[in-house]
């Protein structure tokens, strides 16, 4: 079954079309937009990038682990029962009666959801009519408080047991995806930092509010991991690393951690982003999984790679450096491809 979308991003000064998608069985091809090849707007990634792709089709040959390009993968929850976002947005399919079939149709009905305002500055959606009417609905919502009745159904969501996950849903709506072992959800909170309400994160540039990352506890599997992650970003910070603000909380018994996003600039518009294992699976097919690789090949990929992959690749590979010495000294074995970015700052 083919499978069209598009490829939008609001890097720039206002919203505009990245390109075309289109999924066979085999493949995934995309195509940039004449009029995007005209701006000095950046592509999906490094390695496709309009100055390298031009007008020709970028072809992708789809596998089990990149069954869509590398750069869209991070938008799509991980297939297991233990994910929170994809939990999530499952609930929300349900609720307006979407109910694919188990596997790449799953996935990428969850993409044409919550493929748009995640992580990094690349927006999938299913055609650009859905693109332009979520770009227009841009005034920021009313914010939410997370009283007693939220605590309570996102107590039970944690344990994958909650039947009135709409009061998550109607509260804050399906929200975009980001990846990882613990629960997270992408809101927005006052510009002057937490104070017990939320809403959808912005989509417009605003000096009023903060996106962040809202990562919750859940103690039976991970406990105390909320102390120790506000613990790990003091010590970065007291070892010369810049970190986002962040904000311990509590609602109503749950521990959770609400992080400054480090993919928005000052005014919540999107940054260029994309993980080390996007960049180097898109030039090396041996790249599978997030643990595939080491970090002395991370650094000759630095060196190697044709494209612009850093700015000063020396103090990029003195960076990571730094951050393994730092990962080993605070007991961090999590520090694998995904979990390592580039960002344009």
């Known amino acids: 079954m083919d499978r069209e979308a598009v490829i939008w991003t609001s890097i720039g000064d ?3 079309k990245m390109g075309r998608l289109n999924v066979t069985d085999e493949e995934c091809r995309f195509n940039f937009n004449p009029a995007y090849l005209e701006t000095s707007l950046p592509g999906m990634g490094v390695l496709h990038s309009p100055g390298i792709v ?9 596998t089990e682990y990149f069954p869509v390009f590398p750069e869209l993968k991070s938008l799509i929850p991980p297939g297991n029962e233990q994910n929170f ?8 399919l ?7 079939a188990i596997g790449f149709e799953t996935d990428w009905e969850i993409l044409m959801v919550a493929g748009h305002g995640g992580i990094g500055h690349n927006d999938v959606f299913k055609d650009d009519d859905s693109a332009r009417k979520w770009y227009d ?3 920021p919502v009313a914010f939410y408080t997370m009283d007693e009745s939220f605590g309570f159904s996102l107590k039970e969501f944690l344990t994958w047991m909650d039947n009135d996950a709409d009061m998550i849903i109607n509260a804050i709506g399906p929200t975009p995806s980001v990846g990882g072992a613990v629960p997270k959800l992408l809101l927005s909170i006052p510009g002057g930092g937490w104070d017990g309400r939320i809403a959808l994160p912005t989509k417009k540039s605003t000096n009023d509010r903060t996106d962040i990352i809202l990562k919750f506890e859940q103690s039976n599997q991970y406990p105390g991991i909320i102390d120790l ?15 986002p603000r962040y904000w311990k909380t509590s609602i109503n018994g749950i ?3 609400a992080i400054e996003r480090f993919d928005r600039n000052e005014f919540n518009k999107p940054v260029f982003m994309e993980t080390v294992l996007s960049v180097m699976a898109c030039g090396d097919k041996s790249i599978t999984n997030n643990y595939s690789s080491s970090y002395d090949r991370i650094a000759d990929a630095i060196d190697k790679i044709s494209a612009p992959f850093v700015h000063d690749p020396v103090k990029a590979k003195e960076y990571i450096f730094k951050r393994l010495i730092l990962s080993f000294l605070t007991g961090n074995g999590d520090l694998h491809l995904e979990n390592l970015s580039i960002i344009e700052q």
């Open 229 to 243: 992650e506000a613990l790990a970003l003091d010590i970065h910070k007291e070892a010369g690393f810049d970190v």
């Open 85 to 92: 976002q994809r939990k999530l947005i499952l609930a929300y």
């Open 255 to 257: 521990n959770a951690l």
């Open 54 to 62: 031009g007008r020709n089709p970028l072809v992708w040959k789809r």
């Open 137 to 139: 609905d841009n005034e």
């Open 94 to 100: 349900a609720k307006i009666d979407v109910t694919p």
């Open 14 to 16: 206002a919203p505009v």
